[in-house]
């Protein structure tokens, strides 16, 4: 797929308040450019991942595999606030030359998807076939629908919900107070700051991604005689340096724990079910059987204020993570929806 930056240089105002007059905007698209007519697929990505979805969904996205860049064009925005050149707190502040750090606007889902937005503007696009959303990418799915619902036929919302819950909350603030923890994170002499933080805050999220029995099928220690386990505490550390080495930095973590903690689809509409009444696209809620984030009970609830929606489930031992496993239940479920659109 093929990368793109997008400069706005207009002020962007945010909902929580404060504004920035400069927007830098990172996004993938099938190589080619975008014609009116052709099938347009909408990926949104989830907490850490990038703009290219063939980095994190490599099973399915790509030349030749299920979602083929060649076949449909393909469209993924980085969220602002993420690390991979679009505008955030690690972004350099003219004003001062520095990065933003904490004096970057406090961000939302709705500002994540109100960035978006000019993207699609940008390419020409009226009309979205499918949007797929999983994890915060179906927070930003689930706003979309709301904001712009003449624009979306077919969303799926992966392994996600409508408000964050107290649970997720709770490990957002747990992994906010790792950061902190640190002294270099409020020093932030430059973006290295609170990197030992990072490490931590990664590692407490990774246990909310998975699961017991998952642990115990993939870290089991290797020898009868183990006297201190430490398989499982050697994969932690791995995957809080992994991030680090992903140029990941601990002011966009923690601004992006807090828009996720933003997250309530009917704030300013009226509730939940009020803001659900105005989506006009055809929509379709998987969850993950054993995801604690965004249980299977919370993903009936919503297909049941819907007007247009299905239901289905995934069986994983994985947790939340399994929307990244499980590809041969998720394309089983998405091929017919996917066959509708194909021309």
């Known amino acids: 797929m093929k990368y793109n930056k997008l400069v706005i240089d207009r002020p962007f105002q945010f909902e929580a308040g404060g504004r920035i007059d400069h927007l830098d905007l990172v996004y993938y698209t099938s190589e080619r450019a975008y014609r009116p007519g052709d099938t347009v697929v909408w990926v949104c990505h989830a907490l850490t991942g990038n703009a290219n979805p063939e980095d994190w969904w490599p099973q399915l996205v790509g030349k030749g595999k299920f979602f083929d860049p060649d076949k449909y064009f393909i469209v993924c925005v980085s969220m602002l606030c993420s690390p991979y050149g679009e505008t955030g707190p690690a972004s350099v502040d003219p004003k001062t030359g520095r990065p933003y750090f904490f004096d970057f606007p406090r961000t939302t889902v709705r500002d994540i998807v109100n960035a978006e937005i000019l993207v699609r503007k940008h390419l020409g696009i009226e009309r979205i076939d499918l949007m797929l959303g999983p994890s915060i990418g179906g927070f930003q799915a689930l706003e979309?629908?709301?904001?712009?619902?003449?624009?979306?036929?077919?969303?799926?919302?992966?392994?996600?919900?409508?408000?964050?819950?107290?649970?997720?909350?709770?490990?957002?603030?747990?992994?906010?107070?790792?950061?902190?923890?640190?002294?270099?994170?409020?020093?932030?002499?430059?973006?290295?700051?609170?990197?030992?933080?990072?490490?931590?805050?990664?590692?407490?999220?990774?246990?909310?991604?998975?699961?017991?029995?998952?642990?115990?099928?993939?870290?089991?220690?290797?020898?009868?005689?183990?006297?201190?386990?430490?398989?499982?505490?050697?994969?932690?550390?791995?995957?809080?340096?992994?991030?680090?080495?992903?140029?990941?930095?601990?002011?966009?973590?923690?601004?992006?724990?807090?828009?996720?903690?933003s997250m309530n689809v009917g704030r300013g509409r009226g509730g939940v079910e009020a803001a659900l009444s105005r989506i006009q696209a055809n929509c379709m809620m998987i969850s993950i059987d054993s995801d604690v984030l965004f249980p299977p009970s919370h993903g009936r609830e919503t297909v049941a204020a819907l007007k247009y929606a299905a239901y289905r489930e995934i069986s994983s031992a994985f947790g939340h993570d399994g929307f990244l496993v499980e590809n041969d239940q998720l394309t089983d479920i998405l091929q017919p929806l996917l066959e509708k659109h194909s021309k």
């Open 144 to 261: 979309w629908v709301i904001m712009e619902p003449d624009v979306v036929k077919d969303v799926v919302f992966l392994a996600t919900s409508t408000r964050v819950s107290p649970f997720m909350t709770a490990f957002n603030e747990s992994q906010r107070l790792a950061l902190e923890a640190d002294p270099s994170f409020r020093e932030a002499k430059d973006l290295s700051g609170g990197s030992a933080g990072l490490r931590c805050a990664r590692s407490i999220a990774l246990i909310s991604y998975r699961t017991y029995a998952g642990y115990n099928i993939t870290q089991p220690e290797p020898e009868v005689d183990t006297l201190f386990a430490d398989r499982a505490a050697s994969y932690q550390r791995y995957q809080g340096e992994k991030l680090l080495r992903r140029h990941f930095d601990a002011y966009s973590y923690w601004y992006l724990t807090y828009a996720l903690d």
